[in-house]
T-cell receptor, first 114, second 113 residues
Framework: DAGVIQSPRHEVTEMGQEVTLRCKPISGHDYLFWYRQTMMRGLELLIYFNNNVPIDDSGMPEDRFSAKMPNASFSTLKIQPSEPRDSAVYFC????????????FGPGTRLTVT | QKEVEQNSGPLSVPEGAIASLNCTYSDRGSQSFFWYRQYSGKSPELIMSIYSNGDKEDGRFTAQLNKASQYVSLLIRDSQPSDSATYLCAVRVVSSGTYKYIFGTGTRLKVLA
């Protein structure tokens, strides 16, 4: 299995621009998670999906952030408009779910907003 | 009080020694506990999961869980320089029918050759 795939790996954009991050989970995994990692705040869960349905988006920082999962093999995290404080590494992870819920992370997207 | 606490380190141990990493959590409803290793510039990699009180061993790694005292620890035997990384403790809590995943900020481990 190729593991969790994320694109792009690096993104540099200017403040105010729209940014779209993409994720392909491991085939057969029912849960998909989006995390953000910064030095100051560590790893924060933004949102997670179960069977393509958003279950908990309480970690999404504000309305500028949105996430979708149109099918079992694809999800996007969009920031519009982007701000310098959004600069971070964004990880996507997936898992089988259930009682034994081990998550597998993608390589991450390093976002820099200037 | 943070929901999952770890000493940020760095924890320095000589090669061949046992490294002991600790994590405490605040929510007694926590069900599942995980240790991830993260090398600089890389993504977190699952090392071990533990769900019941007691010890769980996997190779050089042993996870220990004590739900009464609300702590989970990771022991690394025969530490190697390649074990130098940040170790993240993660906890899964069920709240109002949904899962909540909380990570600690990690402990940086340095194994000295």
């Amino acid at each position: 299995d190729a593991g969790v795939i994320q694109s792009p790996r690096h993104e540099v954009t200017e403040m105010g621009q729209e940014v779209t991050l993409r994720c392909k989970p491991i085939s057969g995994h029912d849960y998909l998670f989006w995390y953000r990692q910064t030095m100051m705040r560590g790893l924060e869960l933004l949102i997670y999906f179960n069977n393509n349905v958003p279950i908990d988006d309480s970690g999404m920082p504000e309305d500028r952030f949105s996430a979708k999962m149109p099918n079992a093999s694809f999800s996007t995290l969009k920031i519009q408009p982007s701000e310098p404080r959004d600069s971070a590494v964004y990880f996507c992870a997936s898992s089988h779910g259930g009682a034994f819920d081990e998550q597998y992370f993608g390589p991450g997207t390093r976002l820099t907003v200037t | 009080q943070k929901e999952v606490e770890q000493n940020s380190g760095p924890l320095s141990v000589p090669e061949g020694a046992i490294a002991s990493l600790n994590c405490t959590y605040s929510d007694r409803g926590s069900q599942s506990f995980f240790w991830y290793r993260q090398y600089s510039g890389k993504s977190p990699e699952l090392i071990m999961s533990i769900y019941s009180n007691g010890d769980k061993e996997d190779g050089r790694f042993t996870a220990q869980l004590n739900k009464a005292s609300q702590y989970v620890s990771l022991l690394i035997r025969d530490s190697q320089p390649s074990d130098s990384a940040t170790y993240l403790c993660a906890v899964r809590v069920v709240s109002s029918g949904t899962y909540k995943y909380i990570f600690g900020t990690g402990t940086r481990l340095k194994v000295l050759a």
